[in-house]
């Protein structure tokens, strides 16, 4: 049986989590059920008198084409392993995409197994580039006017301005900063920004430490100095850091000697081509063509 989970359940729900997410931080996961989870969003399946599956759809709105678009982020799919390969996921997944279809244009998903979700018409439309670094590929400058305790309205100020370069990005407010520090905190990482010598902030980066290494899961830069600044940073946090940007962000110029590697990171469901069609008055029929009709480059860094 298949319903929308009550809050009386969510204990059970977490429960799934640990034993299929056994990587993640019992930190994250008590910040995710206090700050991010809703009952509401979250499908279950019932067998055999307990929850097997479980799957989050988190409402979110996109920016494409300066035109704000219903979607949301399927996340949380996880099925107890004795129950796997049973078909209980598939059947979750079939009814949740059918709720989509009736109230959002997009559905999006992250998965480092495409291949998964391709039956359900997801296509893999977002790539990422993770720049590796050390030491000896980043000009060694100081960190005068990088500071540990950013606000939120200042993380949100010079997001703002930096993410009017792409397009596919979810509206952030200031709320969402106030929960991403929670949620970065609860990792065991840390955000640092660069100010300006009028005080002004021009950049920030998230910073993860993954044993011996850093990763940078985002880094937002108005100038290649902000850049610099920042990476500086976090190569006295760890030798190694992996800065992780969107596709079109080269910094090739910048690092000629570093590492890239570019990775599959956000796949789309288009629900309504026709809808979509009327929208932005061009002939789509696959996601493929929706997004290639994209006036800038894209950038889907959310993950909930």
Known sequence: ?????????????????????PNEDTRYLDYFFKNVYQPENCYVNITD???????????????????????????GVATLPEYQRKGHMQELMEVVLDACEHSEL???????????????GFRTIYQRTDVRLERKDVKRITNF???????????????SVFIRRFN????????????????IIAEGGKIVAYYNGKDQIRG????????????????????????????????????????????AENLQKLFPEAKTKTYGST???????????????????TVEEAFAISQRPLNMNEFA
């Open 145 to 159: 006017g990088c500071a540990y305790e950013p606000t939120p309205i200042d993380l949100l100020k010079v997001y």
């Open 168 to 183: 596919g990005f979810y509206a952030r407010d200031l709320e969402y900063f106030v929960n991403y520090k929670k949620e």
């Open 49 to 75: 008198g307990k929850i097997v599956s479980t799957l989050i759809r988190n409402p979110h709105a996109v920016m494409f084409n300066d035109r704000v678009l219903q979607a949301s982020m399927i996340m």
């Open 106 to 120: 997009l559905t999006l998903i992250q998965s480092e197994s495409p291949v998964i979700y391709e039956p359900f």
């Open 267 to 285: 796949m789309v469901r288009l629900n309504d081509a026709q809808l979509f069609s009327r929208l932005f008055n061009k002939r789509v029929t």
């Open 1 to 21: 049986m298949i319903k929308k989970a009550t809050a009386d359940q969510t204990a059970e729900i977490k429960d799934i989590f640990s034993i299929c997410f």
């Open 204 to 247: 920030y980066a998230v910073m993860i430490p993954q044993g011996n290494e850093l990763c940078v899961e985002e880094i937002v830069y108005l100038d290649s100095m902000s850049l610099m600044k920042l990476c500086n940073a976090a190569l006295q946090e760890r030798r190694v850091i992996h800065l992780h940007v969107s596709e």
